[in-house]
Structure formats: structure tokens, C-alpha cells
């Protein structure tokens, strides 16, 4: 059984980050989410790939969801949302620092 590192590396930890990991933990997949939307929505990337986490049918495998449906579409679209909203970022890194 793989145990799924829930811990998103950030300089300044998001507090609905930090609730929702600790909802994770104890199996409150459903809670999580929300929290997560919220940050997502704000556009903590971490979140979203969180968010994503919490509907890949893997992830809920290895942290023992029960109960709760998992829909990889939607987790892939989430990964893929947050990857280009970082690469976007990233790409505007140099730019803003010449400012």
C-alpha cells in the first residue's frame, strides 16, 4: 500500500490549504474539496493540484476513501489547469523581475 504525500511545498502556507490537508487526513474528502475550490479559485496552484488529487481514483485508492466517487477527467483537467497556470507564471518571471 503507497502512502500519498499530502503536504504541498509553499513559502507562505495558504490556510485552506493547511485545513484541507488535515481534513485528508482524517478522510474528509468532501470538506476538503470545498476548501480547496476556494483556494483554487483564487489561484493557489498547489490547491488545484490538491483538488485534482482528491478526484483521481488513485489517489483515493491510496488514502482509503470510502464512499467517495472519483472522476479522473475531471482530476486530469485540474492537473492540467494548474500546470499551465504555473508555466504561465513562470514565463512571466524574467519579464517581471526587469521591471
Do not use: H
Not at 89 to 95: C, E, M, N, V, Y
Amino acid at each position: 500500500r503507497t502512502r500519498v504525500d499530502l503536504k504541498i511545498g509553499s513559502a507562505a502556507p495558504n490556510p485552506l490549504v493547511t485545513r484541507a490537508e488535515a481534513l485528508l487526513r482524517t478522510g474528509d474528502v468532501s470538506g476538503a474539496r470545498l476548501l480547496l475550490e476556494r483556494a483554487s479559485q483564487a489561484g493557489d496552484t498547489g490547491a488545484m493540484m490538491l483538488l485534482g488529487e482528491t478526484y483521481d481514483p488513485r489517489v483515493l485508492a491510496s488514502l482509503g476513501a470510502i464512499g467517495v466517487r472519483g472522476d479522473i477527467l475531471k482530476a486530469e483537467e485540474l492537473y492540467a489547469r494548474a500546470r499551465a497556470l504555473r508555466a504561465e507564471r513562470t514565463s512571466k518571471l524574467p519579464a517581471e523581475a526587469a521591471k
